[in-house]
């Protein structure tokens, strides 16, 4: 199942749901440190908050180097092993992640229409696991409407056209892991 695939989105299958819960918890008390308009992104969206674990140092230009951030050490503990999931699920023996981080879609709120085009978007696979959804929440992928429920692990194709929209009355948490394999030649690519 490893590398890039041409689909839209890819189902990786249940994940452990006391990691989940423990996440759910934690990212909607008042203290969860969420960041609007996050300034490492090149792209700043209304309505949508970050909480960075790791990030590329060399955002957008590539994806093998990256660090962990101050929140890290917070979540580890529950993220890790689901890192070390979506990794199994997708035939990677060795890898590393890009990207890892919670993204919220405030209630009533959507995300354009658009492809990560950018460097460090082109090699890791991109899994989002739902933390906290309502069936209102719809990505399109091509035209094509996809709801991901909570606890699910499932690669969204980034490089084709793709929205998000957050019809419900809740604000939707997904942790988003970009992955890639240590294996492959083209891991630079």
Not at 5 to 10: H, M, S
Request: charged letters at 20%; proline letters at 6%; hydrophobic letters at 40%.
């Amino acid at each position: 199942m490893s590398g890039k695939f041409e689909g839209n989105v890819r189902n990786l299958g249940d994940v452990p749901g006391e990691l989940i819960s423990g996440l759910a918890v934690d990212l909607t008390t008042e203290s969860a440190p969420w960041v609007r308009r996050d300034q490492r992104f090149a792209t700043k969206l209304d309505g949508v908050d970050h909480i960075v674990l790791r990030f590329p140092t060399d955002y957008p230009n590539s994806h093998l180097s990256a660090a962990t951030t101050q929140e890290w050490s917070r979540w580890s503990s529950l993220v890790e092993p689901l890192i070390g999931v979506v990794a199994e699920r997708l035939g990677y023996e060795r890898h590393k992640t890009s990207k890892v981080m919670f993204s919220r879609l405030r209630a009533g709120m959507s995300i354009p229409e658009h492809v990560d085009s950018n460097p460090s978007s082109l090699v890791p696979n991109k899994v989002h696991i739902p933390i906290r959804t309502s069936p209102a929440v719809i990505f399109t992928v091509d035209g094509i409407s996809y709801h991901i429920p909570a606890g699910r692990a499932a690669e969204l194709n980034n490089l084709k056209r793709h929205a998000v929209y957050n019809h419900s009355n809740i604000d939707r948490i997904h942790l988003i892991i970009e992955i890639y394999s240590l294996d492959t030649e083209n891991i630079g690519a």
